[in-house]
């Protein structure tokens, strides 16, 4: 049974860090596509970051050179550090996981997700 518990998000101003992670448990493969997803209120579901299986990492454009999506394999733990943080970036934060061999940014298509870490930043 896979799990998925995030943890990290916060209320900060603009301009600072943080750092989201996710504990996962019951990923008996390596070929998991794990992701990073956030949802703001009245829209849709959106993909932030991903991790491959080889271990390539993609960005959305609005966050690509501030986030960092990272995975300690030893500690079943996915990251994301958010730095330069942006009132934009408020929204609710789900780690998610699929078993794929290639990943995309289609929120459906994920099979795992966790229930979400709030991320507030205020101007």
């Known amino acids: 049974q896979v799990q998925l518990v995030e943890s990290g998000g916060g209320s900060v101003q603009a301009g600072v860090s943080l750092r989201l992670s996710c504990a996962a448990s019951?990923?008996?493969?390596?070929?998991?596509?794990m992701g990073w997803f956030r949802q703001a209120p009245g829209k849709e579901r959106e993909g932030v970051a991903i991790?491959?299986?080889?271990?390539?990492?993609s960005y959305a454009d609005s966050v690509k050179g501030r986030f960092t999506i990272s995975k300690d394999s030893a500690k079943n733990t996915l990251y994301l550090q958010m730095n330069s943080l942006k009132p934009e970036d408020t929204s609710m934060y789900y780690c998610?996981?699929?078993?794929?061999?290639?990943?995309?940014?289609?929120?459906?298509?994920?099979?795992?997700w966790g229930e979400g870490t709030k991320v507030t930043i205020s101007s």
């Open positions: 998610a996981a699929d078993l794929r061999y290639l990943c995309t940014w289609r929120p459906y298509e994920y099979d795992y």
């Open positions: 991790i491959h299986n080889a271990g390539t990492t």
């Open positions: 019951g990923l008996t493969s390596s070929r998991y596509c």
